[in-house]
């Protein structure tokens, strides 16, 4: 089904926790923190495939069960130039502690970035082709960063 005038979305969400810090920032959001992350798996297309979908959910499903969620939940995500890095991964062997590093302080932004990254390799060939997809993660209830291809 196709109509240039018409386009359609699928979306998925799903959430993680993790810790993380914005080393440059000058107000509190430099300090280690945590939040309770959701996130929002845009597709848009202006055509539906054959099954009548724009995507098929559960591509968007394993995605984030196979790669999203253990790659980030329950992390500290940091910049990998961040000097509390190199700190925190001299912490003893009884300190368990697992870290996602960002080419770029940890935003939502960036965050999100690193998520459409991963989306947009692991989704079969046609859906990437052809689907604009966007990432929302939502750091609290009223704050998020978005990243969009």
Known sequence: MSDPDITHEAMKTFSFCAAHRVAPHKGKCR??????????????WHRLNDNGM?????????????????????????????PLLEFLM?????????????????????????????????LS????DNCEVFKVVWETPTCCGVAQC
């Open 31 to 44: 300090h280690l923190h945590g939040h309770n992350y959701k996130v929002e798996v845009h597709a848009r």
């Open 54 to 82: 724009v995507i098929d959910f559960g591509d968007l499903i394993g995605i984030a069960n196979g790669e999203i969620i253990p790659k980030f939940d329950h992390t500290t995500i940091l910049h990998d130039e961040d």
């Open 90 to 122: 001299g912490a003893p062997d009884e300190i368990p502690m697992t870290f996602q590093t960002t080419p770029n302080p940890p935003t939502a932004e960036v965050i999100a970035h690193e998520i459409l990254k991963i989306y947009r390799e692991k």
């Open 125 to 128: 060939q046609e859906s990437a």
